[in-house]
């Protein structure tokens, strides 16, 4: 193996993460990892959260299956499922939640249409029900 070689597979892998709660203004924070700490993006960000960050936020159900569809973000302006998007020794990527969605905390970002949300209100008994006895 020459030094460039050895070098290249030891290169810190950057991520520059997009953060914020909401519609509240969005912030940057950089992290350099380990390539053995990041064979997948997923991995990296749990490898962050576990030794780095405990307060950042993402979402994922399984680890590189690609089978919940839940761990889906923005790498360089492209949407992924971060489970399934390799990261390359050495080099730097944009972190951000789905540009189309609306933002919750981090790289949250809501995932049920709206009107498949649970209803936060519920009617009113009194004003909703209908009296057969009058």
């Not at 030891?10 to 909401?22: D, E, K, P, Q, S």
């Not at 919750?104 to 936060?120: C, H, N, S, V, Y």
């Not at 209100?121 to 006895?133: I, Q």
Request: net charge negative; proline share 6%; aromatic share 6%.
């Amino acid at each position: 193996m020459t030094n460039s070689t050895h070098d290249a597979m030891h290169a810190m892998v950057v991520l520059t993460i997009h953060r914020g709660v909401g519609d509240g203004p969005t912030y940057t924070e950089q992290y350099e990892l380990s390539p053995e700490n990041t064979p997948s993006l997923l991995d990296g960000l749990r490898w962050i959260h576990r030794n780095v960050d405990d307060t950042l936020a993402f979402r994922y159900s399984c680890i590189n299956a690609n089978a919940c569809k839940e761990c889906m973000l923005e790498l360089d302006g492209e949407v992924v499922y971060a489970c399934m998007e390799r990261l390359k020794p050495g080099h730097r990527y944009n972190v951000k939640p789905l540009s189309n969605k609306a933002r919750f905390r981090d790289l949250i970002t809501q995932i049920a249409p709206a009107k498949e949300q649970l209803q936060t209100s519920y009617p009113n008994p009194d004003t909703t029900a209908t009296d057969d006895k009058a």
